[in-house]
C-alpha cells in the first residue's frame, strides 16, 4: 500500500467504537501488532488486509483510507441528490428509532422503552438485506443493564458491549439504508 495512505479514519473508526487493536484483532484475525505499525507508520495494510477491516467496522475501503468522508457510500441518482443531502435524522425513519445507541464510560445504551423500535428496525433491516445477522445472534448482541446507580442508563435499559456495537451498528447502518431506499422510491413516484 502506498506510504502517502492516511489511515486516520481507520483509527478514528475503531475510536469511535470504543474498541482496541486487541478486541479488532481478535475479531478480524489480523495481529494487534500489526495494526500498531500500521498506527505508528512502520508499515501499511495489504488490500486483503483492508477488505477484512472495512467488512468489520462496516465501512468502506475508501473511507478507511481517506478518500471519502462518507463511512459508507450512498447510491442516489444525481436527480435526487440534492433533496436526500437537504435530510435530516428526522426525516429518515418514520418509525422513530433515528438514532443509533448512546454511549457512556465506553458501553453503548438503548432505553427500554425503545425495545419495540428495536425489534422493528431489526426487522425492516433484515427485510432489505437478507445477509444480516440472524435475530439470535442480533439478540445476543444486547444486555439487560442492571446498574440502578448509573446516571446514564436505568435499570432494564439495555447495553451494548463495544465489541458487540460494531454488529449492531451494521444492522443498524443497513436499516437505514432500507430507510433511504424507501425514500428514493417515494421520490421517484
Known amino acids: 500500500m502506498d506510504k502517502s495512505v492516511d489511515l486516520t479514519n481507520l483509527f478514528n473508526r475503531i475510536e469511535e467504537f470504543g474498541i482496541n487493536s486487541k478486541i479488532v484483532a481478535e475479531a478480524t484475525g489480523i495481529s494487534a501488532g500489526n495494526i500498531s505499525?500500521?498506527?505508528?507508520?512502520?508499515?501499511?495494510?495489504?488490500?486483503?488486509?483492508?477488505?477484512?477491516?472495512?467488512?468489520?467496522?462496516?465501512?468502506?475501503?475508501?473511507?478507511?483510507?481517506?478518500?471519502?468522508?462518507?463511512?459508507?457510500?450512498?447510491?442516489?441518482?444525481?436527480?435526487?441528490?440534492?433533496?436526500?443531502?437537504?435530510?435530516?435524522?428526522?426525516?429518515?425513519?418514520?418509525?422513530g428509532f433515528v438514532h443509533p445507541p448512546f454511549m457512556s464510560?465506553?458501553?453503548?445504551?438503548?432505553?427500554?422503552?425503545?425495545?419495540?423500535?428495536?425489534?422493528?428496525?431489526?426487522?425492516?433491516?433484515?427485510?432489505?438485506?437478507?445477509?444480516?445477522?440472524?435475530?439470535?445472534?442480533?439478540?445476543?448482541?444486547l444486555d439487560k443493564y442492571d446498574n440502578p446507580l448509573s446516571r446514564a442508563a436505568k435499570a432494564g435499559d439495555y447495553s451494548i458491549t463495544p465489541r458487540n456495537y460494531v454488529e449492531f451498528k451494521k444492522v443498524y447502518d443497513t436499516y437505514v439504508d432500507s430507510c433511504f431506499n424507501d425514500l428514493l422510491n417515494k421520490f421517484k413516484k
Open 105 to 141: 464510560n465506553r458501553v453503548y445504551f438503548i432505553h427500554e422503552k425503545d425495545e419495540d423500535k428495536i425489534w422493528k428496525m431489526y426487522d425492516k433491516a433484515k427485510a432489505f438485506d437478507d445477509t444480516v445477522i440472524d435475530r439470535e445472534t442480533f439478540t445476543a448482541l
Open 37 to 95: 505499525d500500521w498506527k505508528k507508520g512502520r508499515s501499511y495494510p495489504t488490500a486483503s488486509k483492508m477488505i477484512v477491516l472495512a467488512d468489520y467496522l462496516g465501512c468502506s475501503i475508501d473511507y478507511l483510507v481517506g478518500r471519502t468522508d462518507a463511512p459508507r457510500p450512498l447510491n442516489v441518482p444525481k436527480e435526487f441528490a440534492d433533496k436526500i443531502g437537504s435530510m435530516t435524522d428526522e426525516f429518515i425513519s418514520e418509525d
